[in-house]
Protein backbone atom coordinates (compact mmCIF):
# COMPACT_ATOMS: atom_id res chain seq x y z
CA UNK A 1 0.00 0.00 0.00
CA UNK A 2 1.28 3.20 -1.12
CA UNK A 3 -1.98 5.06 0.52
CA UNK A 4 -1.88 5.01 4.13
CA UNK A 5 -5.34 6.39 4.39
CA UNK A 6 -7.13 3.11 4.66
CA UNK A 7 -5.04 2.18 7.69
CA UNK A 8 -5.68 5.96 9.11
CA UNK A 9 -9.13 5.40 9.17
CA UNK A 10 -9.31 2.08 10.75
CA UNK A 11 -7.20 4.14 13.42
CA UNK A 12 -9.59 6.33 13.62
CA UNK A 13 -12.58 4.25 14.41
CA UNK A 14 -10.50 1.99 16.98
CA UNK A 15 -11.79 2.77 20.95
CA UNK A 16 -9.66 5.31 22.82
CA UNK A 17 -6.90 3.36 24.57
CA UNK A 18 -5.26 5.85 26.53
CA UNK A 19 -8.10 8.35 28.20
CA UNK A 20 -9.57 10.14 24.88
CA UNK A 21 -6.60 9.09 22.64
CA UNK A 22 -6.48 6.38 20.40
CA UNK A 23 -1.94 5.71 20.96
CA UNK A 24 -0.57 3.60 18.36
CA UNK A 25 2.87 2.61 18.75
CA UNK A 26 5.37 1.86 15.80
CA UNK A 27 8.15 -0.13 17.55
CA UNK A 28 10.91 -2.10 15.42
CA UNK A 29 14.66 -2.60 15.94
CA UNK A 30 16.65 0.58 14.80
CA UNK A 31 17.49 1.61 11.59
CA UNK A 32 13.91 -0.45 10.54
CA UNK A 33 12.45 2.51 9.01
CA UNK A 34 10.04 3.37 12.47
CA UNK A 35 10.52 7.27 12.22
CA UNK A 36 10.12 7.55 8.14
CA UNK A 37 6.60 5.30 8.40
CA UNK A 38 5.37 7.29 11.36
CA UNK A 39 5.41 10.92 9.63
CA UNK A 40 4.29 8.92 6.57
CA UNK A 41 1.00 7.19 8.75
CA UNK A 42 1.30 11.21 10.66
CA UNK A 43 0.17 12.90 7.59
CA UNK A 44 -2.47 10.86 6.19
CA UNK A 45 -4.14 11.13 10.28
CA UNK A 46 -4.16 14.59 9.36
CA UNK A 47 -1.07 15.48 10.90
CA UNK A 48 -1.31 13.34 14.16
CA UNK A 49 1.30 13.76 16.63
CA UNK A 50 4.50 12.05 16.81
CA UNK A 51 6.39 10.96 20.21
CA UNK A 52 10.07 10.05 19.24
CA UNK A 53 11.24 7.33 22.59
CA UNK A 54 14.85 9.28 21.33
CA UNK A 55 13.86 12.56 22.88
CA UNK A 56 13.11 10.14 26.07
CA UNK A 57 16.48 8.17 26.20
CA UNK A 58 19.49 9.41 26.68
CA UNK A 59 23.41 8.28 26.74
CA UNK A 60 23.75 5.52 29.25
CA UNK A 61 20.11 4.85 29.43
CA UNK A 62 18.59 3.74 26.32
CA UNK A 63 15.22 1.55 27.87
CA UNK A 64 14.80 3.69 30.97
CA UNK A 65 12.53 6.02 30.08
CA UNK A 66 9.40 4.73 31.43
CA UNK A 67 8.88 7.09 34.54
CA UNK A 68 9.56 10.10 32.55
CA UNK A 69 6.79 8.46 29.77
CA UNK A 70 4.39 8.31 32.32
CA UNK A 71 4.75 10.84 34.45
CA UNK A 72 5.23 13.61 31.93
CA UNK A 73 3.38 12.22 28.57
CA UNK A 74 0.94 9.18 29.63
CA UNK A 75 -0.55 11.11 32.71
CA UNK A 76 -1.61 13.95 31.23
CA UNK A 77 -2.94 12.04 28.13
CA UNK A 78 -4.64 10.02 30.21
CA UNK A 79 -6.34 13.00 32.05
CA UNK A 80 -6.80 14.51 28.71
CA UNK A 81 -4.18 17.54 29.63
CA UNK A 82 -1.47 18.61 26.77
CA UNK A 83 1.54 16.68 27.43
CA UNK A 84 4.66 18.54 28.40
CA UNK A 85 7.65 16.70 27.79
CA UNK A 86 11.44 17.65 27.64
CA UNK A 87 13.10 16.38 24.91
CA UNK A 88 16.53 14.86 24.77
CA UNK A 89 19.73 16.48 23.35
CA UNK A 90 21.64 14.08 21.57
CA UNK A 91 24.97 16.31 20.41
CA UNK A 92 24.69 18.62 24.08
CA UNK A 93 23.95 15.26 26.13
CA UNK A 94 21.38 17.03 28.34
CA UNK A 95 17.20 17.54 28.30
CA UNK A 96 16.08 20.74 26.22
CA UNK A 97 13.51 22.89 26.88
CA UNK A 98 9.27 21.55 27.62
CA UNK A 99 7.50 20.26 24.20
CA UNK A 100 4.04 19.98 24.20
CA UNK A 101 1.62 17.48 22.93
CA UNK A 102 -2.35 17.67 22.70
CA UNK A 103 -4.11 14.97 23.51
CA UNK A 104 -5.10 14.21 19.67
CA UNK A 105 -7.57 11.57 18.84
CA UNK A 106 -4.61 9.72 17.61
CA UNK A 107 -1.51 10.00 18.78
CA UNK A 108 1.78 7.93 17.37
CA UNK A 109 4.59 6.61 19.67
CA UNK A 110 7.84 5.71 17.81
CA UNK A 111 10.73 4.35 18.53
CA UNK A 112 12.53 1.03 19.81
CA UNK A 113 10.25 -0.76 22.50
CA UNK A 114 7.38 1.48 21.80
CA UNK A 115 5.56 -1.91 22.41
CA UNK A 116 7.15 -3.27 25.80
CA UNK A 117 5.37 -4.36 27.97
CA UNK A 118 4.76 -1.63 30.13
CA UNK A 119 3.03 0.58 27.55
CA UNK A 120 0.88 -2.61 26.06
CA UNK A 121 -2.07 -1.88 28.17
CA UNK A 122 -2.30 1.54 26.94
CA UNK A 123 -2.13 0.88 23.12
CA UNK A 124 -4.82 0.93 20.64
CA UNK A 125 -2.58 -0.64 18.16
CA UNK A 126 1.31 -2.29 18.22
CA UNK A 127 2.89 -1.95 14.84
CA UNK A 128 6.09 -3.61 14.09
CA UNK A 129 8.49 -2.79 11.01
CA UNK A 130 9.24 -5.85 10.29
CA UNK A 131 12.82 -6.19 8.82
CA UNK A 132 15.63 -8.26 10.92
CA UNK A 133 17.57 -7.20 13.18
CA UNK A 134 20.89 -7.22 11.24
CA UNK A 135 19.38 -5.88 8.55
CA UNK A 136 17.96 -3.08 10.23
CA UNK A 137 21.27 -2.37 12.35
CA UNK A 138 23.23 -1.89 9.03
CA UNK A 139 20.79 0.39 7.36
CA UNK A 140 21.46 2.54 10.29
CA UNK A 141 25.09 2.35 10.83
CA UNK A 142 25.14 3.20 6.64
CA UNK A 143 22.70 6.35 7.59
CA UNK A 144 24.77 7.56 10.31
CA UNK A 145 28.91 6.72 8.92
CA UNK A 146 31.30 5.75 10.43
CA UNK A 147 32.10 8.81 13.76
CA UNK A 148 28.81 6.97 15.39
CA UNK A 149 30.34 3.24 15.26
CA UNK A 150 31.02 3.41 18.63
CA UNK A 151 27.96 4.28 19.38
CA UNK A 152 25.86 2.15 17.71
CA UNK A 153 28.50 -0.65 18.68
CA UNK A 154 26.55 -0.17 22.47
CA UNK A 155 22.83 0.50 21.46
CA UNK A 156 22.85 -3.19 19.33
CA UNK A 157 23.99 -4.83 22.58
CA UNK A 158 21.52 -2.74 24.61
CA UNK A 159 18.93 -3.22 22.07
CA UNK A 160 19.23 -7.01 22.09
CA UNK A 161 19.11 -7.12 25.76
CA UNK A 162 15.81 -5.07 25.70
CA UNK A 163 14.19 -7.36 23.24
CA UNK A 164 15.45 -10.63 25.13
CA UNK A 165 13.80 -9.38 28.08
CA UNK A 166 10.60 -7.66 26.81
CA UNK A 167 9.83 -8.74 23.41
CA UNK A 168 7.90 -6.63 21.13
CA UNK A 169 7.09 -8.40 17.99
CA UNK A 170 5.17 -11.22 19.50
CA UNK A 171 2.86 -8.83 20.98
CA UNK A 172 2.01 -6.99 17.46
CA UNK A 173 -1.07 -6.27 15.86
CA UNK A 174 0.16 -5.85 12.67
CA UNK A 175 3.69 -6.29 11.06
CA UNK A 176 4.56 -3.27 8.38
CA UNK A 177 6.97 -4.31 5.78
CA UNK A 178 8.35 -1.94 3.20
CA UNK A 179 8.22 -2.57 -0.21
CA UNK A 180 9.83 -0.62 -2.92
CA UNK A 181 7.21 1.05 -3.08
CA UNK A 182 4.83 2.00 -0.02
CA UNK A 183 4.26 -0.61 2.58
CA UNK A 184 2.67 -4.23 3.36
CA UNK A 185 0.93 -5.12 6.19
CA UNK A 186 0.29 -8.27 7.36
CA UNK A 187 -1.70 -9.96 10.78
CA UNK A 188 0.98 -9.58 13.56
CA UNK A 189 1.34 -12.67 15.55
CA UNK A 190 0.09 -11.19 18.94
CA UNK A 191 -2.23 -13.87 20.94
CA UNK A 192 -2.86 -11.72 24.21
CA UNK A 193 -4.62 -8.85 22.75
CA UNK A 194 -7.21 -7.41 25.04
CA UNK A 195 -9.83 -5.11 24.00
CA UNK A 196 -8.33 -2.58 22.51
CA UNK A 197 -6.18 -5.21 20.43
CA UNK A 198 -8.42 -7.24 18.74
CA UNK A 199 -7.90 -7.75 15.64
CA UNK A 200 -10.92 -7.33 13.37
CA UNK A 201 -12.18 -10.12 11.21
CA UNK A 202 -11.79 -7.77 7.81
CA UNK A 203 -7.94 -7.42 9.10
CA UNK A 204 -8.24 -11.36 9.47
CA UNK A 205 -9.19 -11.88 5.80
CA UNK A 206 -7.09 -9.08 4.31
CA UNK A 207 -3.33 -9.76 4.42
CA UNK A 208 -2.12 -6.46 2.90
CA UNK A 209 -3.16 -3.23 2.83
Known amino acids: MNDLSPL ?10 CGPVR ?18 L ?23 WVDRLQEQVLGPLERGECA ?50 AESWERGRRRDGPALSEFW ?5 AEAE ?5 PSRSHADALVRQLPVGYELLEGPGTEA ?3 HSVTERERSTPSY
Request: hydrophobic share 45%.
Open 162 to 166: HFSAD
Open 84 to 133: RYAPYDWTARRFGAPRGLEPAPVVLIEGVGAGRRALRPRLARLLWMDLAA
Open 153 to 157: DGWTA
Open 8 to 17: AARLRALPPS
Open 194 to 196: GAN
Open 23 to 40: LIAVDGHAGSGKSTFAAR
Open 42 to 64: SAALDDAPVLHLDDLAAHGSFFT
